[in-house]
């Protein structure tokens, strides 16, 4: 049977919406799409999926991780916020295989313990491009992985390219994850928890990306929620 993976949502304007290329992306690999808004329990449905991927969107509430609202921030939406956070909890301590992506990545370091840099722009100003203004199937920077992570032996090599549309990003890491990528000027672009089956945060957008590096992402990621 193919793995049934849940997908969070994002809230849009009385609505919830998830972009087309997350459902693409995880029917390619394999796996069988569930859409779960976050205003579902978690903890209802949780035990039913084989895996859960986390997808992108807004910023996250600077009060999950003690600071006060950077001038910089963007929309907030705390429900999303906890329904995202329940959701990685739940889905870790089932040690379900977990895809955490963009903001998705912010969430599941903040989920455990971890920071968020609110504005990279102002708080880290000597940074390359983060927030592209091509499409997003445009390969915009290099991502360094670091050796043997569970992403390296993922995209065997030690540097992909990939696209770029964030503000925000880890700052400080939770202590069950570790770093796994960053760009050139140490922006840290994946996190991993070495102690889970798959447990793998990207800030990039794979699922956007028409390469192996992201297919082989995917793959990985349906292939853990099999077992």
Sequence with gaps: ??????????PVKGAQQLNQ???ESILAAGGVPLCIPNTTPIGAIISRLDGLLVIGGDDIHPKFFDEEPHRALGYVDITRDESDIAA?????SQQMPLLAICRGAQVLNVALGGSVYQDIPSQLPQTIQHKQAS???????TVHVVAQTKLAAIVHSDSIMTNSFHHQSVKDVA???IVSATTSDGVIEAIEHPDEPFCVGVQWHPEELHDEASS??????VEACHH
């Design 88 to 92: 990685i909890n739940a889905a870790l």
């Design 21 to 23: 290329r997350y459902i």
């Design 216 to 221: 082989q992402l995917f793959h990985a990621f």
């Design 175 to 177: 202590p069950a994850l």
């Design 135 to 141: 499409s997003r199937a445009t390969h915009i920077h």
């Design 1 to 10: 049977m193919k793995p049934i993976i849940g997908i969070t949502m994002q």
